[in-house]
């Protein structure tokens, strides 16, 4: 059986913690900083190491990426999915170069594996979609967020 | 037998093997590049430096023959700092190509560089380039990747019988190639690429279609000709990407032929049919298991009825079929290779590796009891069993079913077609023509709607349609 605490009248109305309470959020809500934005107005600053949408960098609108596969190698959660093909001005190329982003646990394993500096991972964080998205090659190469 | 000492073990051996072999047995790995078990010894690469009692300087492991109490050492400080140093020399002029290399991961000068190189490089100078030759249909060339380790010319010279790649120039210049730059001619080429230790010489059909370290590999049996060269079947998600050679010395060697290297590719081919087919009004037509079953069993018991068996078929696949065909007393025969109807007609087609009977299983048909096509039993319908390489001989019937494996070219003359696994889809049990008997092993799942011999022949007889069949 649970031990009963003896306690005063007065400690048994909790008006004093009620009051002390009050004070506490009252002192937090007209006092101190905010610690909230007023997205989508005001943005937060991330580092520049944070990890977020994906791009192929280009050098004058070639891709850096050879098709290596390293990437899919080294992707935990499988991702990636790249097809190699050969044409003039580059001995290999990825004819596709897909990551399906939902599947994505934006860890930078393939940033890091990557022997080309191709595959980055940008500051943008607002990804959300209405469908199922697999970023296309197309749409990894239009150097969104390009931090270099 | 007579003993030395590789690295304080001792290990016995006969006279006249070399400290590679020796040191392999002692469970000591020794690197190597020009040095190929199945090639002459040149002493080339100088990667194989072993440190040996009593001799004042390093010698190659690949050159130099054990003798009665020899004390070698592979790990010593000298030999370090000599494969270093070979390494380095190496990789002077090799290009950072990994990345787009097809050799890349199972590549002998990574693995060596990885293991016995250094991790710094002190050359800073251009490297050499040069303007490659076309090999032909086989082999894409890369002589920037080369080392000039030889090992095609030798295998060249040696094994396929043919003296066609030269090394023209030295030193820095030496240039290894064809003579007069010619396509490759002989029939062995896809063994250039698994000999060479680099990306020099690369498969063009595996070109960039995958990495070496994403392919998974089931050791089987190539289904080419009746010499059941050991093949590894290198496939991924469902999809066969090359079929390599792996050693085996009483058969093939380390070696194979182009023709069942590439064999692989009609097991993949676009118009093969994957579902059931039946001809109605001259054209064939998807049908389902069901009704195609339905006519299936309609013309075997209706009809007089004989089994022609491809000796591209397992025994298992033939013996199950020798069963129930005995079981209605129909009977088989065997097809394979035109002109090449029992193993006394068949032989070496050259003095490398081919024969002339095109299937694989000629002998097992043989061992069975099956008798080879005739084509004076005069029955209405004739059934097919077919793995997919024999060739259709010319059939005297009213009706030719075929079972197993075809092509689209291959369904000319057939009124009703049963999709079945071809050799890569499949386990099973081949004969040889030396009578070795070796198992395919199945590396990919069949695509469609392909079912088994066995499964059909169920089928067949789970409706009690056939006269005289148990039910």
């Known amino acids: 059986m649970l031990a009963q605490r003896k306690t005063g009248f007065l400690n048994r109305l909790y008006l004093i913690e009620i009051i002390q309470g009050l004070l506490i959020t009252i002192r937090n809500f007209f006092f101190h900083k905010k610690v909230t934005l007023k997205f989508p107005e005001e943005r937060r600053e991330y580092s520049s190491r944070f990890r977020g949408q994906h791009y192929i960098k280009a050098v004058n609108e070639i891709e850096n990426c050879t098709a290596c596969m390293l990437c899919p190698t080294v992707c935990p959660a499988e991702c990636i999915h790249i097809e190699a093909g050969e044409r003039e001005d580059k001995e290999k190329y990825p004819v596709k170069f897909e990551i399906d982003v939902l599947r994505c646990c934006f860890c930078g394993m393939c940033e890091e594996a990557c022997p080309k500096d191709a595959i980055k991972l940008s500051n943008i964080y607002e990804m959300s979609q209405e469908h199922r998205s697999v970023y296309s090659k197309d749409f990894l190469m239009e150097q969104r967020g390009n931090k270099s | 037998m007579p003993k030395c000492t590789i690295d304080g073990k001792e290990v016995e051996f006969t006279a006249g093997e070399n400290l590679i072999k020796v040191a392999a047995r002692a469970g000591v790995e020794i690197p190597v590049f020009c040095y190929h078990p199945g ?169 960039f279609r995958k990495r070496a370290w994403m392919l998974k590999k089931t050791a089987s049996v190539c289904e080419g000709c009746s010499k059941g060269c050991n093949i590894e079947v290198q496939h991924e998600g469902n999809v066969v990407y090359r079929c390599v050679p792996i050693e085996n010395q009483q058969i093939n060697k380390f070696w194979m032929c182009d023709e069942g290297r590439f064999n692989y590719r009609y097991t993949q081919d676009p118009t093969r049919v994957l579902e059931p087919m039946k001809r109605d009004a001259g054209e064939l037509i998807k049908a389902s298991w069901d009704s195609a079953m339905e006519s299936f069993r ?96 010319a059939i005297k019937a009213k009706k030719v079913i075929g079972v197993g494996v075809f092509l689209a070219a291959d369904t000319a003359g057939l009124s009703l077609v049963l999709p079945g696994f071809s050799f890569t889809e499949k386990d099973g049990t081949v004969i040889n023509h030396m009578g070795i008997e070796q198992k395919l092993r199945r590396a990919v799942l069949p695509g469609g709607r392909c079912k088994a011999f066995s499964e059909v022949l169920m089928l067949a007889m789970n409706k009690k349609a056939l006269a005289g069949a148990v039910s």
């Open chain 2, 39 to 207: 090639l002459s010894v040149v002493a080339q690469c100088r990667m194989c430096y072993v440190e040996v009692e009593k001799m004042p300087k390093l010698q190659t492991a690949c050159s130099t023959m054990a003798g009665e109490g020899m004390v070698v050492k592979t790990n010593s400080e000298n030999v370090i700092k000599g494969r270093a140093g070979t390494m380095e020399f190496l990789l002077l002029n090799h290009p950072l190509d990994c990345p787009i290399c097809d050799k890349s991961g199972e590549c002998d000068l990574q693995n060596n560089s990885f293991g016995y190189g250094n991790a710094t490089m002190r050359h800073s100078e251009e490297r050499r380039t040069f303007v490659d030759v076309d090999m032909g249909p086989v082999i894409e060339k890369n002589m920037n990747r080369c080392i000039h380790c030889t090992r095609c010319i030798r295998f060249g010279d040696e094994i396929a019988g043919i003296h066609e790649m030269v090394a023209v120039q030295r030193g820095n210049n030496i240039d290894i190639t064809t003579i007069d730059g010619k396509q490759l001619q002989t029939e062995y080429a896809g063994n250039y690429s698994d000999i060479c230790p680099t990306g020099s010489l690369t498969l063009k059909d595996f070109r």
């Open chain 2, 298 to 393: 309609a013309e075997i018991s209706a009809s007089k009825v004989s089994f022609l068996v491809g000796t591209d078929l397992t025994l298992e696949e033939m013996a199950t079929i020798k069963e129930f065909a005995g079981l209605s007393k129909i009977t088989v025969e065997h097809f394979g290779t035109q002109g090449v109807e029992s193993t006394a007609q068949d032989g070496p087609q050259d003095t490398i590796l081919k024969m002339k009977s095109k299937t694989s299983n000629l002998n097992g048909a043989e061992k069975l009891g099956i008798p080879a096509y005739s084509g004076k039993s005069s029955t209405d319908t004739v059934i097919v069993f077919r793995g997919g390489r024999a060739v259709l001989p």
